[in-house]
């Protein structure tokens, strides 16, 4: 099983709105990733969690707060945010050398 | 210099065609090298992932991995309207980030 889960596959969200991201894997892996992806762009990294600690926060503006409840679940929380974050948000997770993607939430801010 | 240069393409075949794609990359101790395919709105999948020199079949594809001139290459056989997608490479040195190329954009066309 190589799945890795996100909710919701869609948000349309204000700027003045709260919501959070959810991403799942049940393979045992101890990193997990959050990327951005804007169209015709390849991802961009935006955190790293390894063994349930922040590693990597790649200079993200602090209206988006990740947060890892456990090996198995990574959230990214949002608040506050922009039109142009608008983008599809992919959660990965790896093992060894091998990065899985789950699905992406396409987020809209209006 | 960018990391991981690819062309953008589109490159478009012919169905049944063999389809050629290529990456080079800058970092001389990248260890590990992916393809990923990535449909229209959806998010990546991986599909050859290739660690030494050589080539490694898996099906239609076949990766190739020159680590002297700093170069990898996804060959797919008997091209399919099925895989017109945008093809990413991935580049990773041992406990570093995963790094993405740009992505190219193959057609195969009927």
């Known amino acids: 099983d190589t799945e890795v889960t996100q909710t919701p596959k869609h948000l349309v969200m204000g700027m003045t709105n709260k919501k959070s991201l959810k991403c799942e894997q049940h393979m045992g892996h101890r990193a997990m990733y959050w990327y951005k992806q804007k169209a015709k762009k390849p991802p961009e990294l935006m955190f790293v969690y390894s063994y349930e600690k922040l590693s990597i926060n790649e200079s993200v503006p602090s209206r988006f707060s990740p947060e890892c409840p456990n090996s198995s679940l990574l959230n990214l929380h949002l608040h506050a945010l922009q039109p142009e974050d608008s983008a599809l948000y992919l959660c990965a997770s790896s093992q060894e050398n091998t990065q899985y993607f789950g699905p992406g939430t396409r987020l809209t801010v209006l | 210099q960018k990391e991981v240069e690819q062309n953008s393409g589109p490159l478009s075949v012919p169905e049944g065609a063999i389809a050629s794609l290529n990456c080079t990359y800058s970092d001389r101790v990248s260890q590990s090298f992916f393809w990923y395919r990535q449909y229209s709105g959806k998010s990546p999948e991986l599909i050859m992932s290739?660690?030494?020199?050589g080539d490694k079949e898996d099906g239609r594809f076949t990766a190739q991995l020159n680590k002297a001139s700093q170069y990898v290459s996804l060959l797919i056989r008997d091209s399919q309207p099925s895989d017109s997608a945008t093809y990413l490479c991935?580049?990773?040195?041992?406990?570093?980030?995963?790094?993405f190329g740009p992505g190219t954009r193959l057609s195969v066309l009927p």
């Open positions: 991935a580049v990773r040195r041992y406990g570093q980030n995963f790094v």
């Open positions: 290739i660690y030494s020199n």
